[in-house]
């Protein structure tokens, strides 16, 4: 018995149409197909396997922090990624070395979520 791969994350958002332009325009996430819910939300792919599901209409306040509730994406140029978050007048934090020498940064959703950008250590 083993775990295979992480498939999905999902996260409560209060506007779903605001959070589908923030993962689509700014995060450039692909827009995947979501089957016929009986409740409001959107799918996204992250990389070859995984997707990022969003569940509308939060009611309960967003409790997530850089150093907590986050999720991570390996990025191929933080620079690029930098530069595409500052022009969409994203809400992001100082790049910094993590203790492993990764280099990393921060950008929030609409609703207060953190997401992880981050390069690995140079080899």
């Given at each position: 018995m083993r775990i295979l791969e992480l498939n999905?994350?999902?996260i409560h958002?209060?506007?779903?149409?605001a959070s589908v332009r923030f993962y689509r325009d700014t995060m450039r996430f692909p827009v995947m197909d979501?089957?016929?819910f009986?409740?409001?939300g959107a799918w996204f792919r992250l990389g070859p396997n995984?997707?990022?599901h969003l569940i509308g209409d939060r009611q309960l306040p967003v409790h997530s922090h850089h150093r907590g509730?986050?999720?991570a994406l390996l990025v191929d140029s933080l620079d690029e990624w930098e530069s595409h978050l500052d022009a969409c007048g994203a809400t992001r934090l100082a790049r910094k070395k993590?203790?492993?020498g990764a280099t990393q940064t921060f950008v929030q959703d609409p609703d207060g979520h953190w997401i992880e950008l981050f390069t690995p250590p140079s080899v």
């Open positions: 999905h994350i999902a958002v209060a506007d779903v149409d979501r089957p016929a009986d409740f409001p995984q997707e990022l509730g986050h999720f993590r203790p492993d």
